[in-house]
Each structure stands twice: as structure tokens, then as C-alpha cells.
């Protein structure tokens, strides 16, 4: 097992900055995928993101965060913007639990995505709990409303009714 050094180096006041910035230009996304090696056909993921127009202040987050990639966002289109993934899990985690303290407008959404990545699925049961708390999340961010998915009743159509 590898040490997370996320934010290891993180003052408080860059704990707040951050926060602030998460606040005001992140997203905390979480989705069900199709895994084909799971027991139960899916898999949870939880995305955090962070989007700018200034690729500097994100190159910045990803050095204090120590995790993420900093991205193009619409190549070539006149209002170009950048955003921060972090896709690992561990490292979402460790992010949002370092942020939390300061988080004020996604203080939320934080804590519902930490409940899904605590989550261990050993049952249907644990998996539709989890998809519950994906369609919850899902809920805030503004951008899905309109390609928004229902989780858990995907989850229950795909599921055996035997496992």
C-alpha cells in the first residue's frame, strides 16, 4: 500500500484558498460504470474537478494537491479552459477530506461522495445504497440536469435478482 502524500505540504491557508476555488469553479461527480470485473457488473467512481480559464492557477492546485491532471477543456475553441482530474480514488478522498473543514457551498456533495468511497459493496443491497448516493450527488451539479442518469434503477435492471 502506497502513502498518500496528498496535501501533505498544504498550509491551511491554501486549504481555504482551494476551497474557496472548489466552491466557486470545481464539481464533485460521481458515476456507475459498467465493469465487466466486478461481482456485480459496475464499478463507483467519484471525479473532482476543478475548471479555470488560467491554466496557472490549476498547475498551482495540482503542485499543493500533489494529484491530478491538469487538461485542456475545448481545444481550439475562442474561450479555451483548462480543469483539474482527479480520477483516483484515494486521492478524491484525501482531497475532499482535506478540503471539507473549508468547504462551504459543496460542504454536501463532499460528504455524500466521502460516504460513497467508504462504501465496500459485499451485497446488492451496498451497490444500490451507493448508486442512491450517485443519483443524490448527481442532483447538485447543474450541468447533468439534462444528461442526468438514474443510477440506481440501471443498477437494479442490470443486477441478478439471484446475487
Known amino acids: 500500500m502506497r502513502a498518500n502524500v496528498v496535501g501533505k505540504g498544504c ?36 471525479v473532482v474537478k476543478m475548471t479555470q ?10 503542485r499543493t494537491l500533489s494529484c491530478g491532471a491538469v487538461r ?12 483539474l482530474l482527479i480520477r483516483d480514488q484515494q486521492d478524491a478522498g ?6 471539507a473543514p473549508w468547504l462551504r457551498v459543496k460542504r454536501r456533495q463532499a460528504t455524500i461522495a466521502l460516504k460513497i468511497l467508504a462504501a465496500t459493496i459485499r451485497s446488492k443491497n451496498d451497490l444500490m ?17 439534462k444528461r442526468r442518469k438514474n443510477y ?8 441478478s435478482r439471484n446475487d
Open 11 to 46: 498550509s491551511e491557508v491554501e486549504r481555504a484558498y482551494l476551497a474557496g476555488f472548489m466552491d466557486a469553479d470545481g464539481a464533485i461527480m460521481a458515476c456507475i460504470e459498467k465493469h465487466p470485473q466486478k461481482r456485480y457488473g459496475f464499478r463507483v467512481r467519484v
Open 94 to 99: 484525501a482531497v475532499l477530506e482535506l478540503l
Open 53 to 62: 480559464h488560467e491554466r496557472k492557477i490549476l498547475d498551482w492546485a495540482q
Open 129 to 145: 445504497r451507493v448508486a442512491r448516493f450517485a443519483d443524490a450527488l448527481s442532483r447538485f451539479n447543474v450541468r447533468s440536469k
Open 152 to 159: 440506481a434503477t440501471e443498477v437494479k435492471e442490470h443486477v
Open 72 to 83: 485542456a477543456n475545448r481545444a481550439g475553441a475562442t474561450a479555451q479552459t483548462f480543469d
